[in-house]
């Protein structure tokens, strides 16, 4: 039973009309929520891929719906277009619609509110082969510019108050498409991860009257033991508690709380750490490395969220080699994450990983 629930004319929503939009529910036991997309059922089922999808090894794919000039799913037809390409993506998981006013659930139990979003896909380049670590330092301006712009447009409308910019890399991910595209959803409420950081952020900032991200970067830069590389606006590092065997973590060394804030000369080196953490993970097993990075910013349209420190997590599921990766199963999926190599182990791997790609090392 969801409840009944007033839309903004003071109508009702039956839970029957809930059931078929966009909502969230609440589990009362981890005190987390879940995102629902019943209306995504209707996207035409793609079928498992039997065989890990190769990495594309052709500028231009003519059956990708990522290509310049080509029909999508939804019948559209891309632009010819010569650098990024955004579009609100064919079957999106949430629906830019009104916020509904809700009334209190008829049991907290069975907690159910309408959760309004906008998914949009960003194509990196036309080139269907091209993926972050071969990109030149002008096309990475190009990504990063593109997402600022994004972050602009999308924190304009009253009612985001979260924008998650991702990639899912790899068929071992989810990737259906090489083609090398991330994605953007903005949502008119805060999900569990970056909810859980803010209260952090802001219980740091409060007992110590500093920033929790400003002190960590300071401690990784003063231990030494966890970097895998830096510039002048940003580290990278395999955090202390990192889940994944070669997780990384990016942080500005400057507090900045959003992509809004970078300096253009901060674009630029952010879009330079994406190319070296990677390179460094193609190299590392000689394969195209599966990943699922993702921005984490402050939150929109919330007042004051300065304590925010902007960072970007990798999180990659590989473990030995190409084709051994690590499952978060068992223990870990009912009780607590598990890891066997040390996270300083993995950082000394990647930071001793040559930053020339490894199919352009034999050309030197
Ligand atoms: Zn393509
Ligand atoms: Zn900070
Ligand atoms: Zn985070």
């Not at 909810?195 to 952020?201: A, Y």
């Not at 830069?221 to 940003?234: A, T």
Request: charged share 25%; proline share 8%.
């Amino acid at each position: 039973m969801l409840g009944e629930m007033e839309d903004e004319r003071g109508g009702m929503v039956g839970k029957e009309e809930l059931r078929k939009r966009p909502h969230r529910r609440f589990n009362p036991l981890t005190r987390e929520w879940v995102l629902v997309s019943p209306q995504r059922t209707e996207r035409p089922w793609l079928g498992k891929v039997e065989k890990a999808a190769a990495p594309a090894e052709q500028p231009y794919d003519p059956d990708c719906y990522l290509c310049p000039g080509n029909k999508r799913a939804g019948g559209a037809r891309n632009p010819d277009y010569k650098t990024t390409f955004v579009f609100d993506n064919d079957y999106p998981a949430l629906l830019p619609e009104p916020i509904l006013e809700t009334h209190a659930a008829e049991d907290p139990l069975v907690l159910a509110v309408p959760e309004a979003g906008i998914c949009r896909v960003v194509c990196f380049s036309p080139k269907h082969d091209l993926t972050l670590p071969r990109m030149t330092r002008e096309e990475l301006r190009e990504v990063v510019r593109t997402w600022t712009q994004e972050m602009e447009s999308l924190e304009s409308l009253p009612w985001v108050r979260y924008i998650q910019i991702f990639e899912n890399r790899g068929a071992l991910m989810g990737a259906s498409n090489p083609h090398p595209h991330c994605q953007i959803w903005a949502s008119s409420s805060l999900p569990n991860l970056p909810s859980r950081e803010f209260d952090s952020f802001e219980a740091y900032q409060k007992s110590k009257r500093r920033c929790l991200l400003c002190d960590y970067a300071r401690l990784e830069l003063e231990q030494k033991e966890r970097i895998v590389c830096e510039n002048q606006g940003f580290l990278a590092v395999v955090p202390f508690w990192a889940v994944w065997p070669f997780e990384v973590m990016v942080l500005s060394k400057r507090h900045v709380s959003s992509l809004a804030e970078f300096t253009p000369e901060e674009s630029e080196l952010f879009g330079e750490m994406l190319k070296r953490v990677t390179i460094r993970y193609d190299n590392l097993f000689e394969s195209s490395f599966p990943y699922s990075m993702g921005l984490h910013q402050r939150p929109s349209g919330m007042g004051d969220c300065s304590t925010w420190h902007f960072h970007a997590h990798f999180l990659p599921p590989l473990l030995r080699s190409a084709t051994v990766q690590k499952f978060m199963v068992g223990y870990e999926l009912l009780a607590t994450p598990q890891r066997d190599i040390l996270p300083e182990q993995a950082a000394q791997r990647l930071a001793g990983t040559s930053e020339t790609y490894y199919l352009d090392q034999n050309r030197i």
